[in-house]
């Protein structure tokens, strides 16, 4: 079936660097991704989306870019700092439906 | 706005115990949803809800129950509790679906273990 994976699992980077996440997914007729950061004992929280029609967009700190030619979402945060550090997932949706696929999860760990 | 609410943060149950996961939200969405998280993993859909009254099954609805009498309030039901339900339980809403506003929020989660 159609799902949404990670390429890392794991992410370690110093306070201050650039941080890229990446994402997989495989139902070339999902329209709309979705990222999310999860910190610990906490629910997920939006962080940024992106629909299919644009490749690139800017939030504060964070850019999603979306390559569809490989069916493939990043998401950099720029000046990463200690308060970023959780579990980063995509998310996927197709067209109209409820149905919201979630990836595996990166967990982010953000070095002093 | 307190945005979703669920009740309780933690609980433990007996194998074949029944109990009900709240949840509430007071942004006046129209669409209510319940994800497990199990370890290490990705959220699955249990059930969802696009109105009161209307609730479907998501991917892993089984064992489980829901109900949507207000558009508030949207309750998930374990009958018989059994150790695979052993997971953390979230609630989420949003504005629509397939419109422009398709961001879920979501509560704190319920940690739930059957033993």
């Known amino acids: 079936g159609e799902s949404v994976g990670l390429h890392l699992p794991t992410l370690s980077v110093q306070e201050g660097d650039n941080s890229i996440i990446n994402c997989a997914y495989s139902n070339s007729a999902s329209d709309y991704f979705i990222w999310y950061k999860q910190e610990s004992g906490k629910g997920p929280q939006f962080i940024i989306d992106i629909r299919s029609n644009m490749d690139k967009r800017q939030g504060q700190r964070v850019t999603v870019l979306l390559n569809k030619t490989v069916k493939h979402l990043s998401l950099q945060i720029a000046a990463t700092q200690p308060g970023d550090s959780a579990v980063y997932f995509c998310?996927?949706?197709?067209?109209?439906?409820?149905?919201?696929?979630f990836g595996k999860g990166t967990l982010l760990t953000v070095n002093p | 706005n307190a945005g979703v609410t669920q009740t309780p943060k933690f609980r433990i149950l007996k194998i074949g115990q029944s109990m009900t996961l709240q949840c509430t939200q007071d942004m006046n969405h129209n669409y209510m949803y319940w994800y497990r998280q199990d370890p290490g993993m990705g959220l699955k859909l249990i059930y969802y809800s696009v109105g009161a009254g209307i609730t479907d099954k998501g991917e892993v609805p089984n064992g489980y129950n829901v109900s949507r009498s207000t558009t508030e309030d949207f309750p998930l039901r374990l009958e018989l509790a059994a150790p695979s339900q052993t997971s953390v339980y979230f609630c989420a809403s949003s504005y629509s679906i397939g419109g422009r506003d398709e961001k879920l929020f979501f509560g704190s989660g319920t940690q739930l273990s059957v033993l």
């Open positions: 998310a996927e949706n197709e067209g109209s439906n409820y149905k919201l696929t």
